[in-house]
């Protein structure tokens, strides 16, 4: 398990559902990624350990490392992978990976990304597929480090129509 002095990085439990879906619905709006066609909408964010126990899927949270003498550290992010919708079966998706601003900045979004691509190596996935919104720079600016390549239309059935940048990345 990834971890640095500020964070830890472990897989989702259902005590983390609440503040998964807290941080979903507080920084999507952000970037204006909300209503129809947004992962804000998915049933899924208020049980993201449920639906992320499904075969040949994975979500891991980020955890603020507690104050010594404390129990338990803050969840401030996280990101998981799963089939592509619609999909090939051999590409699957980066998923929800979203962060509070007090994670950004302090190497947790490269760490998500590699633990979710690993993730992905080991559930046998070839490719890894995602969608973002134009403005979510930082966030572009790290997929690119991890080797994705932008292309040019949406891969399988996500139902995010409001998503308008997509990138692929083979594993």
Same mark, same amino acid.
């Given at each position: 398990m990834p971890e640095s002095n500020a964070y830890l990085l472990r897989p989702i439990e259902p005590r983390d559902d609440p503040a998964v879906a807290a941080i979903i619905r507080t920084v999507m709006p952000e970037f204006g990624a909300v209503g129809c066609?947004?992962?804000?909408?998915? *049933? !899924?964010?208020?049980?993201?350990?449920?639906?992320?126990? !499904? *075969? %040949?899927?994975?979500?891991?949270?980020? !955890? %603020?490392?507690?104050? *010594?003498?404390?129990?338990? /550290?803050?969840?401030?992010?996280? $990101?998981?992978?799963? *089939? &592509?919708? $619609?999909?090939?079966?051999?590409?699957?998706? &980066?998923?929800?990976?979203?962060?509070?601003? !007090?994670?950004?900045?302090? $190497?947790? /979004?490269?760490?998500?990304?590699? %633990?979710?691509?690993?993730?992905?190596?080991?559930?046998?996935?070839?490719?890894c597929y995602l969608e973002t919104l134009g403005g979510m720079d930082a966030a572009m600016r790290l997929y690119e480090r991890s080797g994705f390549r932008r292309i040019d239309s949406p891969l399988g059935d996500t139902g995010h129509g409001g998503c308008n940048t997509f990138y692929l990345l083979d594993l």
């Open positions: 066609g947004f992962a804000i909408s998915d *049933p !899924e964010v208020d049980w993201m350990s449920r639906a992320y126990a !499904e *075969p %040949r899927s994975a979500y891991f949270v980020v !955890e %603020r490392k507690p104050a *010594p003498a404390k129990a338990g /550290g803050a969840v401030i992010g996280g $990101g998981g992978i799963a *089939p &592509l919708v $619609g999909g090939d079966g051999a590409t699957c998706e &980066l998923r929800k990976m979203y962060f509070l601003p !007090e994670a950004r900045g302090i $190497g947790a /979004g490269t760490a998500m990304m590699a %633990r979710c691509l690993q993730a992905a190596r080991d559930a046998g996935f070839g490719r």
